[in-house]
């Protein structure tokens, strides 16, 4: 059968949590029982509510009976109704007003910019200080409403919601601590400067897949925009210059920083890219989710200078110089090829013959022996091989093992090879 196109969020809560779909599990915080509601109400004789209550994608359109959510509900402290088919502003309230306990709200994916929030609505949402309102299409004028009412939020996600500018409210909202705004259109430094005028007391900003192409502000004004902002997320923005990268070192609590995909570091090496950020970032203790040791900090400090040791001087970024003071200049490092050798030169000794011969590593004792039969006419199966590593002290060493590799001796230019007929 269809679902009905519209229910309630009470109807669904008796529905998920009713005993014979929800047991009571034993425990503290695991669940509680609540005595049935007055004679005539439709509900069991109990349900079983954690205070965590998960509601998504259950075509929920209304709130249903007022005095069943506040006798249900007292004790609720997160409630997810994300994916659902809220559109009513009033009808949420009437949920969250009865929920006074209610510290997270998560109403993503409702078509809410369907209805205008007002102030007494928003009212009901006092106590909440998580709010996600990802792919609501909600409105600045509602998120503006919203912080004049919600005086302890603390942390905010307005994902997917097609941004391209953001207005500024009146007043600052003081208590935000988190933004989340990832997954919009905000191109331009003159949008997310508003976000510092915004949120003060911004602790961690969320920029990723948004389309931010420059950090266009003076040095001393990002200062006084951020000047608690300790994480920010930049993947996937539109950055491509290292002034850009630079520009961090303004925000003075800065100490997170997440720049994967941008256009900037795509010509570079994964080893450069993060040695190369880590040099530009001195007070930056963790990158793409890694934390930087202070011994990864000193080697991509030496790296930088080398990397920049021959760069005509008009191009060396100022760090550079910042580096020389506390390295000095450094040589370039000597290009070592660690590549396993791939042939050797040895000499064959055989019934006081002695043939010099080229060998390759990567073929067996048993492939060895094959080579060999030619040139000391023995058949393999009658051939008694010994290496003699020239710098060694204990003498020959028996080649026993057919199936064992060459390389595996470590046979150097100039060592020996013996060859003996096995004794009958």
């Given amino acids: 059968m269809d679902q009905p196109s519209g229910r309630s969020f009470m109807q669904v809560l008796c529905e998920k949590y009713s005993p014979e779909n929800f047991p009571y599990r034993r425990g503290p915080g695991m669940g509680v029982h609540v005595p049935a509601t007055p004679q005539g109400s439709p509900m069991k004789d109990r349900l079983n509510l954690p205070s965590v209550l998960v509601l998504n994608s259950c075509g929920i359109t209304c709130a249903g009976d007022e005095k069943e959510i506040a006798a249900f509900c007292a ?3 997160e409630l997810d109704l994300s994916d659902n088919k809220l559109e009513d502003w009033h009808e949420v309230s009437k949920i969250v007003s009865n929920v006074p306990q209610l510290e997270f709200l998560n109403l993503s994916s409702n ?7 007002e102030r007494t ?16 299409k909600a409105s600045w004028e509602t998120v503006h409403t919203i912080l004049q009412e919600l005086p302890d939020l603390e942390e905010l996600f307005l994902c997917l919601n097609d941004y391209e500018t953001v207005s500024c409210p009146s007043i600052c909202c003081h208590s935000l601590k988190l933004l989340h705004i990832t997954d919009n259109n905000l191109q331009d430094w003159t949008e997310i400067r508003k976000l510092g005028v915004m949120f003060p ?26 000047p608690n902002l300790r994480s920010i997320s930049l993947h996937k923005s539109g950055l491509q210059s290292w002034e850009d990268i630079d520009k961090l070192n303004s925000f003075p ?34 990158l793409n989710g890694s934390v930087v040791t202070d011994g990864e900090r000193e080697d991509s400090e030496r790296f930088f200078i080398r990397y920049y040791v021959d760069v005509p001087q008009e191009e060396v970024p100022f760090r ?12 370039p490092l000597a290009e070592v090829d660690l590549r396993p050798q791939s042939s050797a030169k040895v000499e064959v000794h055989f019934n006081d013959q002695v043939e010099e011969m080229s060998i390759r590593l990567d073929q067996t004792v048993a492939e060895l022996k094959k080579q060999l039969k030619t040139l000391v ?8 091989l ?19 590799a060459l390389h595996s001796f470590g046979i150097r230019d100039g060592d020996k090879i013996y060859v003996e007929s096995k004794t009958k």
């Fill in 75 to 77: 004790h609720v402290s």
């Fill in 111 to 117: 078509p809410l910019n369907l209805s205008v929030l």
């Fill in 121 to 136: 609505c928003a009212g009901s949402f006092s106590g909440v200080r998580k709010l996600v309102l990802n792919n609501s």
């Fill in 201 to 226: 007391s911004l602790d961690t900003l969320v920029l990723a897949n948004n389309h931010l192409n420059a950090i266009e502000e003076p040095d001393d004004s990002l200062a006084r925009l951020f």
């Fill in 253 to 286: 609590k800065l100490e997170e920083v997440r720049l994967l995909g941008i256009p900037l570091l795509q010509p570079y090496t994964t080893e450069e890219r993060r040695k190369l950020v880590i040099a530009r970032l001195p007070s930056v203790s963790k």
């Fill in 320 to 331: 550079y110089h910042e580096l020389i003071t506390k390295y000095g200049k450094l040589e």
């Fill in 377 to 384: 006419q023995l058949p393999t199966s009658n051939m008694l």
């Fill in 386 to 404: 010994y290496y003699l590593d020239h710098e060694a002290p204990f003498g020959p060493e028996e080649m026993k093992y057919s199936s064992r």
